[in-house]
């Protein structure tokens, strides 16, 4: 499954060149990836957007383990074409997208905890 761009140059090419919608591009073009057994670049994104939202607490929390498995199965569904630290980027993208931030954690998240329970 090509990258990202690459990706993105197909479906162009598909709109473009051959006249077709850009879903219909779309999906012929994860139709192939399926057939191969990858997801590309997008699919991919999605799947992981859809965990990272599932994973979110009320306020749009992200715990470090679940953006870990959000990047890890990202990776896993593109082929581990996206080297690690790509993966990770991509989903600190996809985080910022859905407007999600990184859950606090260790010290700090006990502490404020307390504070909260003292006030009442």
């Known amino acids: 499954m090509p990258d990202a761009e690459a990706e993105l140059a197909l ?12 879903a219909q591009a779309r999906a012929m073009l994860e139709a192939e990836a399926r057939r191969r ?5 997008g699919a991919g994104a999605r799947k992981a957007r ?4 599932a994973a979110a607490d009320a306020r749009g929390r992200v715990a470090r383990a679940d953006a ?30 859905e407007g999600l931030s990184p859950r606090p954690d260790g010290l700090f998240r006990s502490v404020g905890r307390f504070r909260r329970m003292a006030q009442g």
Request: hydrophobic share 35%.
């Open 11 to 22: 479906l162009t090419e598909g709109v473009t060149r051959y006249g077709v919608g850009a």
């Open 37 to 41: 057994g990858v997801a590309g670049s």
């Open 50 to 53: 859809v965990f990272l939202r």
């Open 68 to 97: 870990a498995r959000a990047a890890t199965l990202y990776r896993n569904l593109t082929g581990r074409q996206a080297r690690a630290g790509e993966a990770e980027r991509r989903n600190a993208s996809l985080r910022e997208e």
